[in-house]
Every structure is written in C-alpha cells, then in structure tokens.
C-alpha cells in the first residue's frame, strides 16, 4: 500500500533548490570559532543576533516576564486557562497569532487562494516562499519580474507582463500595487512580520492594521488552532513589546548595529573583489559551488530567488558576530587572491575582470540594506 | 474580485456542528463563580486542569526551567540560537514538534493523505476532527460505526461496512486495526499526543515510537516549520518531562484525581437521573439544547461525534473544580425535578422514563473514562 502522500514525497517542497542545499551542505560542517574553525559559516538565515544583549538586559530587569509570574507571584494558571485555542474569538480581536512567520504566510494563502490560484510576487524573493506559500496551499506564485536598474522596483510594464499569463485568479494585488508607495511594505516583508527582517517591531502593528482594512481577519481567525504560540511565550512577548521605552531603544540601537554591520559587509566585499566568469546563471551557479564548497560560506544563489539577472546572491550578515563576519570577508579575499595568482592574466581579461568585479561587488542582494533605500521610514 | 477562498468562506470548517454552537452559546454567557454564577458551565473542552498544583509547585523549585536559565544563570542566547526551524532535522532525531495537537494531526494528514483520499475513523470521534483533519488538507473521514453493545469497540464487520463504500484509497488502517490490541492506542488517541487526554505524559514516547516504525518520520520533518513551538516552551516542557520523579508523581496523582473527579460526575448523574423523550437524534437535539439553553451547560450531543444510536453525549468534567462540578450536577438535578413535576405521570409513563433514566444515565460519552475500560495500561 502507498503509505505516503505526492506532497510529502514530490520535490514540491522545494529541496531541491540550491538554497536549501547550501543548507545541508552547512548542517554537515557548521562553523564554530572553537570546535570547528574551518567550517561552513551560516549566512543563509535573516536572523537579526546583533541585540541579544539588550534583550538579556531586558530580562533581567523583568524576571516575571519569561518567569510565569506577575508582581513575583505565580500566574501560572492564569495563563494555563489562557484561552488561546476558542473556536470564536470573534470579533473581540482583530489579531491572530501564529506560530511562526511560515505558519502566518501559509495560513494567509488557505484564506486566500483556492488550489491553482496564483499570486503575483516581485523577483527576487525568499526562496522558502514556494515551500511556505504553495506547497500544501495548492496555491501558485507567478513571478514579476523586476530588475537592478530601479532598485528591484515594481514597474507597470512588470505587472503587466506577469499578469498576462492565463492565471485562473489574481490575489493579493492590492497588496502588492502599494509596493511602491511610501509607507506601506512589500509582500514579503508584509507577509513575514518577523521583529528582525527590517528590524521593525512595530511591523506587528502594520500587519493587524492591513488586516482589519479587508475582510476582518480574513478569516485567519478560524484557522488560528493550527499553528498556537504557548501562553507562556505570549506572556513574555506581550510584556517585551508593551515596554515602549525598552522597544524605542531597541530599535535605534538595532538600527545603528546593522548600519555598523552592513558597511563591514559592503567594505569585507570591496576589498575581496571578486569575479563572476560570464554573466550567465551558469556562471552564477558555479560561483556559488565553489562560495559552498570551496571558501565554505553558506549563501544562496540569486537563481534561488528566482532572480532574472545572473550574478545576485543572497548574503545574511546580522547572525554572526563580528569576527565571524570579518573572517567570511577574510576567506573571501584569500579565495580570489588564490585564484587570481592562478591566472595568467592578460591585460584584457584583467581589464575585464575588473570591470565584473565592480559590477559584482554591488550584486550581493542585502537582504536588510534598507536604511540606503528608505531611509525615512526608519 | 473575491477576495477569500472558498475554504475560509463555506461550512466545511464544521462551525455549523452543534459541538461549535455549544462553544458559542458558552463564549456568550461563561460561569464564573463570582462574576457570572448563572452562566453556561463549560463541559466541552477536554483540558485536565486538575494537577495545576503540581506543576506550580514544580516551577517554584524549578525557577530555571521558566525563567530560561541553566543554574541561575541566563540561557536566553542558547535559547535563542537553538534552530527548531531547520531545514533538515535528517535523521538526528524522530521526534518532531507541533504547535499544539491540531496542527500534529494536521500534519500527518498532508504526509498520508492526497485530496480527497479517506481515512477510517471510528465513532463516536471528536467533532473537532472534521475541521483538525478535513478543512485544510482536503482528506475526508469516513466513520466506522461503532455501537454501545461492545463499548464501542471496532468490529471486523463494522470495518467491512466502512471499506465497501467507494474509497478512492484508505490508509492508516494498520493503525486503525490496533485498536482492539492491548498495548494500542485508538487513532484519537493516537493522534492527539496531549498530556491531558487519557493523562498519559509517556504518550509522547508512544508516538514516537509509532512514527519510528513507519517510514521516518512521514515527512512531517519537511513540514515542523509551519507549526513551530517557542525554544522557551521547549525549554521548559523539556525539562518538566525529563523528571522523572516528577512525572512518576503526576502521573499517579492525576489518575487518581481523574478518577475521584470521574466518581462524583456518575454518582451526579445518577442522582439527577433524565429524561430522553424518545429514542431519537432529534430527542437527543431537543434534550441537549434544553441543557444548554435552560440548565446552561456546555455539552456536545453524541450526533456531533458522529454516534449512530441517540441519546449519547459528550461531556468533560476535568476542566473545572469539584465545586462547580457539584454545582452542574445540581443544575442538572433541579431541572431534571422540574420537568418531573411539571408532568402528569400516568403509571405507564413513569415506568417508561425510569427505564429511560437508567438507560441514559449510562449514555453519557466519558471522555476519560478509561480506567474502567483498560486498567492494566495506567
């Protein structure tokens, strides 16, 4: 008997991308400064570390918090009664939780689309979206594609042009059309209301408003039991996120970090060089091979992102610490000194790698580059 | 254009069932001992809240476990950087996490079942398992009716009965046939590993255990991050789990109380006796919306569960304290007597309801009622 289901057992899921192989390719060798120092180092995960001390601090001016306690007594069975998992919240909260930015996309999508319904998503995007938002949706994403010339920007001509495709039903496109408007935030970044992606908390806020505008909750309410987030846990983020002059700090200080941060990357970069053979995706792909396998630095390939120009990565920097950064940046130099010392280089081809090295070094996708883009909405 | 999907927007999420229109009725008008003493008593949510003590009294010498801390001091870090999310547990461990036992059922029915494949499912079952199981992965139950005369145990003959309709393919049966085995457990309880349910905290090794002999893990690894629990919660649940004088007492403890608990509800029925007018599912309607309307008691009627002979109900008794218990079971006594007198009982018909009494008394769906039925499994 057929013991599993296609979806489990198809490439559906997404395995196959070159993202997350780079991810197998790190859990088998993963850096650490002590125990293995010539391993992968992990800049495949958005995940903001540059605060953790802030909130330790926090902590430990606030041991009830994460303590299950309120004014030093126990509340645990306050918060074991906790209802999280009613069948109605109704209408008494237009906020629904859940566990984890996957879970929020994926249960988005069930409320949204009918299997075979497609969404419109600007290039180059998180390369887990074709596994969160279709993979047990049924729902599809056809791309728009858009370029380096505008900053990766929506254009008109873009929109059109994906939604010219025999899509059975487009969603979402309000969403997406306000892209480009000043305060409002890109699909991904709406749909991911993670506190470190773009380093907002008060994204939480933007998220609950964009809800209420449509349809209540979108129903999402309904679907809220699948993905529960532990009292306990809501008890120590409600507490965290209502501290106003601890969130005020945070934010500053985390702004200040990734700024810090990004220049170290951009400068580690300049200083490497570094050179893609032609401007082909054949290229991008054997470059990243050897990123992998060979500097050992577990970033993913612009073609993962579904990206149409050849020559992007993706490259997370906020999840090490600093000398960990400046070792990647290290290894990276070391790696195109070797190579470059390898060639016999004429004055054309030196002339030529050159001009691709400036082009490649500003190539990097940075995934929390904002503060040069929009540096109003900080 | 439409903006929801069909899912979100029909009836197939089950909100229509009167199992959901007892919660409602409930969440309109909840019992309060001081508050609201004439409210609805809810008696339809499976939670054990019987052992709060122990657990409080577990954190108050345990403060590290809830406070994220590793002998006093901070782990906050540790915590924060231990990856759930991964993408590849692989075969490091064959435990995998869900964010509560709706998303693990859930979970499995997109690892075993394709749309529109069915599962066997024998009655009465949870009426929430038409949503957990159905709603969002497109899988169908088809019940296996079981009756009162064997305990409602599966027969070869019920099963038959079940597999003769046109199936597109059934799975799960191996599972399914385990229930008449001793060591097993129902699919129900299979599937809903939650320490309250049957009380067992060791279920969680059994589903393992279960999941281990299978092929890995189904492939609910691939599908852990879209129902992820905090690392906070899993910090504490697992140190409260790996003590094992802790959970030896808990265990022990618990089963007496639920059985105590399980006395006093019998012994309230039987006290109370009823009334059940005729031998039908709409008498069963009529009777249960006179509980939840007049006597304000929150109980779902056998048809909710699927029971294919009226006159059963499910009622939780483990989820409130002893006084409020003793205040249902007189409820329900009052209103039986009330009824009694309001009658003009002619010899016949007073012969008629005593008989009926005695048989509804025994008609009531015991939620944890196990130790009756399997007391060499405690």
Redesign the interface.
Known sequence: ?????????SNA?G?DSSY?LG??EY?KNPYDEIKNPNGIIQMGLAEN?LC?DL??TW??KN?DA???KKDGQ?I??EL??FKT????P?SRSKIVLA??S??AN?TLM??????G?AFLLPTPYYPGFDR?LKW?T?AEIVPIHCSSSNGFQITESALQQAQKLDLK?V?V?DVLKTRNSRTAKSPNEFMSFTVFQRSRLTRFSRWSNILQR??GC??CD??S??????S??QY?LSALLSDKKFTGTYLNENQKRLKIRQNQLVSGLEAAGHLLDTNTFEAELELWKKIVYEVKLNISPGSSCHCTEPGWFRVCFANMSEETLDLAMQRLKEYVESTDSRRLISKSSYERIKSLRKRTVSNWVFRVSWTDRVPDER
């Open positions: 008997m057929k013991q599993l289901s296609t979806k489990v057992t899921h395995q997350f991810w197998e859990e570390q953790f909130i330790e902590l430990a041991p994460a303590g299950l126990s645990f069975k074991a009664l998992i009613m069948a109605y109704s566990a984890g996957t879970s994926e069930f409320c949204l689309a009918e299997p319904d969160d047990r049924g039903f969603s496109m449509r349809n979108f129903g309904k679907m039991s699948f993905g529960l987030v532990s306990q846990t120590l």
